[in-house]
């Protein structure tokens, strides 16, 4: 169709006739109705349609933001206000003072290069073509979930010196299965959590995050509405917390954990971030000059960072009874 667009009858021309035509023309000054425009067309629609239909769990539970730059982002957070002191007649109002924590990240950048042979676009016209950068797009999405579950599987350091999850946090149970007592020890963490200034907060727990199997059967059943027989029966944590399985949560040995985190608009949990005007996988697409075909480069900027602990709570998981 293009070149018959141009005058040129492909009228008995064979498929490597036609792609002769096509390249030798692509290589000259030409409108942007060209090969490699279209290639290009096709490579960035196939590749965002899929970077967009892969699911992404954590976006439930964790916050977006998008950044300007590629420089260090600083999260502050601010203690509440000081205790109000009573101050007795012809006294003096005291001065107090806020604390201050913060969480430092900056994004990076993501990226590779596939070529595609001239003989492979002539053997399979452009059906491995959009394949490929199918496959292409699927990936950068699948980084972004590797990304963000490498910080809860991997439990890094925070601001503090202390890792995500840990006794000093308040926020590691004592490994157990998802039941009622642990669920309950999970609430009882949230509800102990304390502010910078050492006030308790008001913070509770939205979802359950668990790698698919036992786990994930364990907290369907906690969370069913049943019809009980008796009060004994009753299911006291039904429909309170919304599941999200996710298959990185499976660890490489050892039982699998199970985790809670708020709703991110109530407290801060894991923040990821995109650079402003570049939301998602970004592609460009060039004529091969070293490779006889078409390369295609694929670059996605983006970051995550556990900015509160407060937010998250951990159960390492425990073999069933």
């Given at each position: 169709e293009n070149l018959e667009r141009r005058g040129i009858s492909t009228r008995g021309m064979s498929r490597m006739e036609i792609a002769s035509q096509l390249f030798s023309r692509a290589a000259g000054y030409h409108s942007t109705s060209d090969f490699p425009v279209?290639?290009?067309?096709?490579?960035?629609?196939?590749?965002?349609?899929?970077?967009?239909?892969?699911?992404?769990?954590?976006?439930?539970?964790?916050?977006?933001?998008?950044i300007t730059d590629f420089k260090p982002v600083?999260?502050?957070?601010?203690?509440?206000?000081?205790?109000?002191?009573?101050?007795?007649?012809?006294?003096?109002?005291?001065?107090?003072?806020?604390?201050?924590a913060k969480e430092v990240y900056a994004l990076s950048t993501y990226g590779k290069i596939i070529g595609f042979t001239r003989q492979m676009l002539i053997n399979d016209d452009l059906g491995?073509?959009?394949?490929?950068?199918?496959?292409?797009?699927?990936?950068?999405?699948?980084?972004e979930g590797d990304i963000v579950y490498a910080i809860l599987n991997q439990n890094p350091d925070m601001g503090d010196g202390t890792p995500l999850f840990d006794n000093g946090h308040g926020n590691l149970g004592t490994a157990a299965v998802i039941n009622e007592t642990s669920l309950t020890a999970g609430?009882?963490?949230?509800?102990?959590?304390?502010?910078?200034?050492?006030?308790r907060i008001s913070v509770s727990p939205s979802y359950i995050l668990v790698p698919?199997?036992?786990?994930?059967?364990?907290?369907?059943?906690?969370?069913?509405?049943?019809?009980?027989?008796?009060?004994?029966?009753?299911?006291v944590y039904a429909n309170r917390l919304q599941v999200v399985e996710e298959r990185r949560l499976i660890p490489a040995s050892g039982q699998d954990p199970w985790f809670l985190s708020a709703m991110p608009s109530m407290i801060?949990?894991?923040?990821?971030?995109?650079?402003?005007?570049?939301?998602?996988?970004?592609?460009?697409?060039?004529m091969g000059?070293?490779?006889?075909?078409?390369?295609?480069?694929?670059?996605?900027?983006?970051?995550?960072?556990?900015?509160?602990?407060r937010g998250l709570y951990k159960n390492p998981g425990a073999a069933p009874a």
């Open positions: 279209i290639l290009a067309n096709v490579a960035n629609q196939t590749l965002r349609a899929a970077y967009d239909e892969i699911p992404r769990t954590f976006q439930a539970w964790a916050r977006r933001e998008t600083t999260r502050v957070q601010l203690s509440g206000a000081p205790d109000l002191e009573k101050v007795l007649e012809s006294g003096e109002f005291q001065y107090g003072t806020m604390g201050e491995a073509f959009t394949r490929v950068t199918q496959a292409f797009g699927a990936r950068a999405a699948d980084l609430y009882r963490a949230y509800a102990q959590q304390t502010g910078i200034e050492g006030h698919p199997g036992q786990r994930s059967v364990e907290a369907r059943k906690m969370l069913a509405a049943t019809t009980p027989a008796s009060t004994g029966e009753v299911n801060d949990t894991v923040e990821y971030a995109y650079l402003d005007g570049n939301d998602g996988v970004f592609t460009e697409t060039r000059f070293e490779v006889d075909g078409v390369e295609i480069k694929a670059r996605h900027d983006f970051a995550a960072k556990a900015i509160d602990h």
